[in-house]
């Protein structure tokens, strides 16, 4: 059975400060997505990760991810007010034909003035 | 409009009534997702259908059903519904042409009294 651990759950940072949420899945898997969902939202596509070493960058975010490792990152960039939301990682069972994604617990990011 | 919409947003209902959610998507997605997010569980699979009259269980089936006669439509129906029932219901499509990632209709907030 697949497991997607995220760390850490909650997260408190000051507008300015740099930060990492980590992803750690426990089998071999090509495919990593990022979400985002504000409070009381639908979940929104950030990134998806479809190879060993990819890296993708929006704006103050930027996604990476290591499949020897099982490991996706998450790194923030001088936080801004504006990026406080929950943070999910899902991960999508290699060699499965049917495309089901096994969610992380999710990050509460609050970005603080 | 195009997406994925779903219906009603809010439901409020009584144990044991049968209630039915839908969830409509415009872009043909082959591959449509019922999900339910609860505090301290994150996103759970409920079922999931691969294409029109094929559907599977996913992580949390009990005490619903599914059908997909039409490749835009998913609905998903609580049979009698129950208190443990009350929960945020995401629906998802995904396709080929986006690598699979899945996209995510509003929600229905669901209480069951």
């Known amino acids: 059975e697949l497991k997607v651990e995220q760390n850490p759950l909650f997260l408190s940072m000051q507008e300015g400060k740099n930060y990492t949420i980590y992803c750690n899945y426990s089998?071999?898997?090509?495919?990593l997505y990022w979400y985002r969902q504000d409070p009381g939202k639908s979940l929104e596509s950030l990134f998806v990760l479809l190879s060993n070493g990819a890296v993708k960058q929006e704006g103050r975010l930027m996604a990476s991810l290591d499949t020897k490792a099982r490991l996706s990152t998450l790194h923030i960039t001088a936080a801004v007010h504006d990026l406080s939301a929950t943070y999910f990682c899902?991960?999508?069972?290699?060699?499965?034909?049917?495309?089901?994604?096994?969610f992380g617990k999710g990050t509460l990011l609050t970005v603080n003035p | 409009d195009a997406g994925i919409t779903q219906s009603p947003r809010y439901k409020i209902t009584e144990t044991g009534r049968q209630v039915t959610l839908m969830c409509h998507q415009t872009w043909s997605h082959s591959y449509m997702f019922w999900y339910r997010q609860d505090l301290g569980h994150g996103l759970r699979l409920i079922y999931y259908s691969a294409a029109a009259d094929i559907t599977d269980k996913g992580e949390v089936p009990d005490g619903y059903v599914v059908s997909r006669s039409k490749t835009e439509n998913f609905p998903l129906t609580l049979e009698s519904a129950t208190r443990s029932q009350t929960s945020v219901y995401f629906c998802?499509?995904?396709?080929?042409?986006?690598?699979?990632?899945?996209?995510f209709g509003p929600g229905t907030r669901l209480t069951v009294t």
């Open positions: 089998t071999t898997s090509d495919r």
């Open positions: 998802a499509s995904s396709g080929f042409g986006h690598h699979y990632e899945q996209y």
């Open positions: 899902a991960v999508d069972v290699r060699g499965g034909s049917n495309y089901k994604l096994t």
